[in-house]
């Protein structure tokens, strides 16, 4: 609880002390024992929350079939683990989730390349992919730290710092092992209905990422950093972001059916840097290997709160079923234009439809 909030309560108790005195100097009230005030939470609130969700339609960069009929197959049906954690304190908040991904065989784990083909070139089937995706953000807001409320005005809410991580490990093999830090601003808004949109500018860096294709002695033996890497390890370089997220009840609707919500995401992430790190690989037009800007969203949800509709306010969003929308351009930042092997057929510049992903998806998610 911040310190006017604290100087405030104690105020209040003192006044409503010297008020039960009347009249009276304070030199003829009794002597008591001074009340100890009561001791605030260091966490005013904390959300814990599980998910388990299904997406028919995922993807994963470089990971496509061809079909008897031609076609091209770029995605994988993934089922959704998910923990989320979120908590509000004195000076801001904490947001802590961590999912695990598994593919169907279309997206095939180690050893296999491709789908049904191994490392050596025969024909393998191999299980589907597992990935691990964390991600950490914290905010620390402006008029807290600042013991004012000369940023809220209007619709504005507050100002914050905000700080973050990401970290993902996928047992293909690929093997990629992203590493990132984000730090910036964060603006809150208040929208109608007890709703709220934040926008944060950001500075993202993905200093570590992991690529077998370019690990020298695999494919191709060379001077290491030039026509391939010595440990398959790619750095990037900084970029900016743009993250923005929001939730509103549906309010306007009769109270009989005010069980509805709608919320959503949206991150945007500029160019980094080469995907492979190795200016001898490098090319120009649908050969090239440089990142693009990515954009990873979910522009809407719609959730139904089940718990409230059946038992009551009292157990409001304890358990929730939803459904969305996700929509992911130049994965990762790979150029979904581009990238030969990956995004597109090296031979003919044909997408494989795996560096978009857009898929309807839904689940449901419990708290405890």
């Known amino acids: 609880m911040s310190s006017r909030f604290m100087?405030?309560?104690?105020?209040?108790?003192?006044?409503?002390?010297?008020?039960n005195g009347g009249p009276a100097h304070a030199a003829d009230l009794p002597v008591k024992a001074a009340k100890k005030a009561p001791d605030l939470p260091f966490f005013l609130v904390i959300d814990n929350r599980v998910t388990f969700s299904w997406m028919p339609k995922g993807?994963?960069?470089?990971?496509w079939s061809v079909q008897p009929d031609g076609s091209i197959n770029g995605t994988t049906a993934k089922q959704v683990y998910s923990f989320t954690h979120f908590d509000l304190w004195s000076y801001g908040t904490n947001f802590f989730t961590i999912s695990m991904f598994k593919s169907g065989h279309n997206d095939p784990a180690s050893p296999c390349t491709a789908p049904g083909v191994t490392i050596t070139g025969g024909a393998g089937d191999c299980a589907g992919a597992t990935e691990i995706y964390g991600l950490?953000?914290?905010?620390?807001?402006?008029?807290?730290?600042?013991?004012?409320?000369?940023f809220t005005m209007g619709p504005l809410h507050n100002i914050s710092f905000e700080v973050g991580m990401d970290g993902n490990s996928e047992n293909t093999f690929l093997a990629p092992a992203k590493r990132d830090v984000v730090a910036g601003l964060q603006f809150a808004f208040d929208l109608p209905y007890k709703g709220y949109i934040n926008v944060a500018p950001l500075m993202y860096w993905e200093f570590s990422n992991h690529n077998a294709f370019t690990q020298c002695g695999l494919f191709v033996a060379g001077p290491a950093g030039v026509v391939c890497n010595s440990d398959g390890n790619v750095s990037?370089?900084?970029?900016?972001?743009?993250?923005?997220?929001?939730?509103?009840?549906?309010?306007?609707?009769?109270?009989s059916m005010q069980f509805w919500s709608i919320s959503g995401r949206a991150g945007w992430y500029g160019p980094k840097g080469d995907s492979n790190g190795l200016p001898a690989l490098s090319g120009v037009g649908?050969?090239?290997?440089?990142?693009?800007?990515?954009?990873?969203?979910?522009?809407?949800?719609?959730?139904?709160?089940?718990?409230?509709?059946?038992?009551?306010?009292?157990?409001?969003?304890?358990?929730?079923?939803?459904?969305?929308?996700?929509?992911?351009?130049?994965?990762?930042?790979?150029?979904?234009?581009?990238?030969?092997?990956?995004?597109?057929?090296?031979?003919?510049?044909?997408?494989?439809?795996?560096c978009t992903?857009?898929?309807v998806y839904g689940g449901v998610t419990m708290k405890f």
Not at 7 to 19: G, P
Not at 59 to 63: A, R, W
Not at 239 to 255: H, K, Q, R, S
């Open 236 to 255: 990037y370089n900084p970029t900016w972001a743009v993250e923005i997220n929001y939730y509103m009840d549906l309010g306007f609707l009769p109270p």
């Open 59 to 63: 993807t994963d960069p470089g990971m």
């Open 286 to 354: 649908r050969f090239s290997t440089a990142t693009k800007t990515e954009l990873n969203s979910e522009p809407i949800r719609l959730t139904f709160d089940a718990s409230k509709a059946v038992w009551g306010d009292k157990y409001s969003h304890f358990v929730d079923l939803w459904v969305a929308y996700r929509y992911w351009q130049n994965k990762f930042g790979l150029d979904h234009n581009a990238m030969p092997g990956v995004c597109t057929i090296a031979a003919t510049g044909q997408s494989t439809k795996s």
């Open 136 to 150: 950490f953000r914290s905010t620390f807001g402006w008029n807290e730290l600042f013991n004012t409320k000369a």
């Open 7 to 19: 100087a405030i309560a104690a105020t209040a108790l003192t006044i409503a002390t010297l008020a």
């Open 357 to 359: 992903e857009s898929t």
